[in-house]
């Protein structure tokens, strides 16, 4: 059982939790972390999603995931980073870039510029089925024929990626 924090409209936390898939009563978000990692060739960090995957089975995204109750959001980012793509990455050099909110979730986006390279990666079968490098272009073209990412989203993924 996977129990999640929930948080109201103002994105504060309410003091409550539930389990991962219960439905959520208007004003009631769950909070999720995204990482956008940037490797120091310029390139992204891309994944595809597990064919097994419930949801987008098989689709390309960012490293992402819910974020557990009584974690941070930088917890939740830094924890799928390790569990999903095996690594761990340098907390004082994540910087937060914008949330985002969706129907019954915050999407919080973290960012991190550090070395690695795909021989470092050591993904997790049931989350991941494939990784690849990608440039900040064609992050922005993924991003953009995402309908599971709001206009909102795509538009702040654009500013940061062009101020990073």
């Not at 470092?120 to 079968?125: F, G, L, R, S």
């Amino acid at each position: 059982m996977e129990l999640l924090d929930i948080y109201d409209e103002n994105g504060r936390y309410t003091g409550k939790t539930a389990e991962r898939g219960t439905y959520l009563k208007k004003g009631e978000y769950f909070l999720c972390a995204h990482v956008i990692l940037e490797n120091e060739d310029g390139l992204f960090l891309v994944q595809q999603r597990s064919d097994t995957k419930a949801t987008r089975p098989g689709m390309w995204d960012i490293t992402a995931g819910a974020v557990d109750a009584g974690e941070t959001s930088l917890d939740g980012a830094l924890r799928e980073a390790f569990e999903e793509i095996g690594l761990v990455l340098p907390r004082e050099q994540m910087k937060f870039w914008f949330r985002d909110r969706r129907r019954s979730c915050y999407h919080d986006v973290w960012y991190v510029k550090t070395a690695f390279s795909l021989s470092d990666c050591v993904m997790q079968e049931s989350e991941v089925q494939a990784l690849r490098l990608v440039l900040p272009e064609e992050l922005l073209a993924m991003a953009e024929n995402m309908d599971h990412r709001s206009d909102n989203y795509k538009k702040q993924l654009a500013q940061h990626l062009k101020n990073r």
